[in-house]
């Protein structure tokens, strides 16, 4: 498996940490976003939307960071990281789509303006509006995580992709200093997954230069 990804980029964070997590066989091929190669004919025979990341698999490329580490976790299954039960997956599958439809974009609006990696990897100025927009969206949204995470160390029972699917864009916000302390579940939770060796390798990737 090939995975093709970006520096200071949450999506591609979120697939690295995935495949190290599950412990997949992967070799990480850099896309240079800066200089544009993500528009690049080669690139976009493999994502026609000049994103990433990716993955090439043989005869399959895939991209969104969610299904990567969907497919290579059914791939492993040995890693647990997908329940075996329909309820299970079911809470997994919740937790995935809260976060890419509500969570991840608040965070965006937030870290895309106020970390000064991710303003100078992706040439974006500051934008205080912007930044209260997010704000505003996650005082919504996370006394929902932190209600879940309140009485249990995961949101789908045990260690599973909708954990890990959180971490790069709350590490992102929380480089920008904002205020955790409302949701001490979350920070115990976040720790603890930021503690992982499989953290550890994808902060080495996605913040190499």
Same mark, same amino acid.
């Given at each position: 498996?090939?995975?093709?990804?970006?520096?200071?980029?949450?999506?591609?964070?979120?697939?690295?940490?995935?495949?190290?997590?599950?412990?997949?066989?992967?070799?990480?091929?850099?896309?240079?976003?800066?200089?544009?190669?993500?528009?690049?004919?080669?690139?976009?025979?493999?994502?026609?939307?000049?994103?990433?990341?990716?993955?090439?698999?043989?005869?399959?490329?895939?991209?969104?960071?969610?299904?990567?580490?969907?497919?290579?976790?059914?791939?492993?299954?040995?890693?647990?990281?997908?329940?075996?039960?329909?309820?299970?997956?079911?809470?997994?599958?919740?937790? *995935?789509?809260?976060? &890419?439809?509500?969570?991840?974009?608040?965070?965006? /609006? =937030?870290? $895309?303006?106020?970390?000064? !990696?991710?303003?100078?990897?992706?040439?974006?100025?500051?934008?205080?509006?912007?930044?209260?927009?997010?704000?505003?969206?996650?005082?919504?949204?996370?006394?929902?995580?932190?209600?879940?995470?309140?009485?249990?160390?995961?949101?789908?029972?045990?260690?599973?992709?909708?954990?890990?699917?959180?971490?790069?864009?709350?590490? *992102?916000?929380?480089? &920008?200093?904002?205020?955790?302390?409302?949701?001490? /579940? =979350?920070? $115990?939770?976040?720790?603890? !997954?930021?503690?992982?060796?499989?953290?550890?390798?994808?902060?080495?990737?996605?913040?190499?230069?």
């Amino acid at each position: 498996m090939e995975l093709y990804y970006g520096h200071i980029s949450g999506n591609s964070m979120r697939a690295i940490l995935m495949l190290e997590q599950i412990g997949a066989k992967y070799e990480p091929v850099l896309v240079n976003t800066k200089a544009g190669e993500q528009r690049s004919p080669k690139y976009l025979a493999i994502n026609p939307m000049g994103k990433i990341p990716a993955l090439v698999d043989g005869t399959l490329t895939l991209w969104e960071s969610n299904a990567i580490g969907w497919y290579a976790a059914e791939k492993h299954s040995s890693a647990e990281l997908i329940p075996s039960t329909s309820e299970r997956r079911a809470a997994v599958l919740k937790w *995935l789509f809260f976060q &890419t439809a509500h969570v991840s974009p608040a965070c965006a /609006a =937030i870290f $895309r303006h106020e970390h000064q !990696l991710v303003r100078e990897q992706w040439n974006v100025p500051p934008n205080p509006q912007e930044t209260f927009h997010g704000q505003k969206e996650l005082a919504r949204y996370f006394p929902v995580l932190e209600s879940a995470l309140a009485s249990a160390s995961y949101l789908a029972g045990a260690l599973s992709l909708a954990d890990l699917a959180y971490v790069p864009h709350l590490h *992102l916000i929380d480089e &920008t200093g904002f205020d955790f302390t409302p949701y001490p /579940a =979350i920070v $115990r939770w976040l720790d603890a !997954l930021r503690a992982r060796d499989a953290w550890r390798r994808t902060v080495e990737l996605a913040f190499a230069q």
